[in-house]
């Protein structure tokens, strides 16, 4: 039991990192990117390119491959997102969903749906001793780096100057532009970095997972769920429901097999009706 | 109609010809439209584009070349086309892509159709249409009972024959309790039943069943959950295909749980797989096929031409297709006809042997091909001499004892 939650963490730490990204983007953009889970397919097929083409190990992908996505995000927002944004927000929504098919598509084409071959480091191939159980070293491994990026994502949001501005810029953008804030300035980075995110819980994900271009599709139904119950745009309330919906559904795979796929949306319909927006969002947002 | 460039006489016949076709009686006409027309209708860009899709188009083109080669001028059918669409899984797709074919493209057969439910579409408009279809991609055993009928056709393989090849010989070899995780869709459901009949009538018991959401990349509540069953499976069973497969045995390895003593068997596995996995994550895994490129010295002479002709090696199921047109072929030119009556008439009860059956009969109560099947075993990467040699047989399970012994009464052709 308490080795199946700790699984569950493991799950949700996927879904945080993804969540995390979808949460600064829509906070700052006001898009719903749902491009998010082929960047997180791209970070994955990264890894695998990187190792397979150029013979570039784990750890160089984890360095280079989400700093490469995230360039990529930023010409993105350059070009093409920053020009839809004035206009109603379903060309944004129609944008990055054909973005999405398009990425997926190029990648089929280029790869076929087989998953393609990727192994976990030999450093991290053992198993680990946490007292009450022991678990494979990658899983432990994969709990605490996505744990680091979030506590250090949340110091970034909470103690600079830089995570203020944004912070005022995802609750209130009218009135920080009000008082003399340039928020233009951030929105091209913020997006950047919220596809890094996407890329790196990718790379992550290589050694586990299967590496197709269909996982990121497969995968983003359940991050939207997850941004959904934590609160739209708070980024707070994605990390924090990205691991409660991991637990969720690693128990409910224990307890309840036949009903472990709708659990999740269960899960969010009791939340909206409880709290319409989300655990930790704020009704003014939606105004 | 247009035609062109024909002369007048021959124009007059075609055009007779071509009011024939699909009448009753025919009068003697040979050939409709002058020309055999094979069209494979499969997955060309989803999840089992890569296990069939445009190789299998290939694979069939490869049966007409043979086929010619071997007539010559003597072919009955002068002229052969092949064409190909695409049904992305879905059966209302593969139920007006199938009238298409038949109607507007003049198909004589639809080969190939994998995914039960669209399979079930084809047979209908086949059934109503009166014409043949050969299904080689599709498991389920529906094919050759509820849903059977006189055009209709299943070659290769069937969920009966992945579940008591794999099930009957692991529990045999010794691993009597299974834990079975299956996908909880039509397919996973299918297989968890016969498995599980198959595990028991060999004298095994299957510890316990789950059904899995799909898609699904994260199978660990399983693979934790599986070692503390009591009792202790001894193997635990897959029914995951494709990227499914490939995560659960990816995390089935990152549990270790070979070492704890779980061995893996599984219920539906393709070369491409293996190829994705790397043998080494999947070394001793037991399962059972249709057919396997280097099973003989025939196989293989196959397996390099199509290798020669589109740079890797074919999965079963590409071969089942070539073997399926090449049949249908030989067909024709026993019966003179491309008549959908006389050709399924040729077909039944035919016994052959080609590069992908052995032993083969098309039993006429069902229109189920019998013939051989493979148990399989995965070798460690140690073992692979060559690329795409990742599997050693274990052993031929007969043709009479791979597929269901009697045809289903709810079978009414």
Redesign the interface.
Known sequence: ML??AF??L??GAFYALLALGLAVIFGMLGVVNLAHGAFYMLGAFGAFIALDSFGLNFWLSLVLVPPLLGLAGIVLERLFIRRLTPLDPLYNFLFTFGLALILQ?LV?REY??????Y??PSELDG?VDLGLFTY?T??VFVLVVSALVCVAVWLVLTRTRVGMIVRAATERPELTRALGVDVGRWVTPVFGFGIALAAFAGVL?A????V?P??GA??IITVFAVVVIGGLGSVFGAVVAGFAVGVV???G??YV??L??TLVFILMAVVLLWRPAGLFGREETFR | MRIVGWTGGLAATALLLAGCAGGPGGGGGKISDGKVVLAVLNDQ??????TSGRSSVEAVKMAVADFQAKYGDKAAAKKIEVKAADHQNKPEIANSKAQQLYDRQKADVILDVPTSSAAFAVATIAKNKKKVFIDVGAASTELEGKQCNKYTFHYGYNSYMLAHGTGTEVTKAGAKSWYIVYP?YAFGQDMQKTFTAAVQAAGGSVVKS?????????F???L??APGLKPKPQVLGTMQA???L??LV??YN???LRGKGVGLAVGLLVL??I????PD?LAGTRYTDMWYWNLDAKSRAWADKFQAKTGKRPTSNMAGNYSAALQYLEAVQRGGTDKSDDVVKQLEGYKFEDAFARNATIRPQDHLLLHDAYLAQVKPAGEVKEPWDYVRVLKTIPAAEAFQAAPDAACKL
């Open positions: 080795q199946q699984n569950g493991v799950g598509d089929k076929g749906v087989n998953s393609q071959p192994t976990r198993t494979p990658y899983q994900a050694p586990m997972r299967a197709n269909l996982m497969d995968l559904s690693a128990l795979n224990l097999p036949a472990s796929q | 860009s989803g999840v089992y584009a890569d909880d789950d059904p899995t959401p799909f898609p699904n990349d994260n660990s509540t399983f934790l959950k494709g990227g499914d490939v995560n990816k995390q990152e549990y270790k491409s797989d190829h994705s996995l790397g994550a």
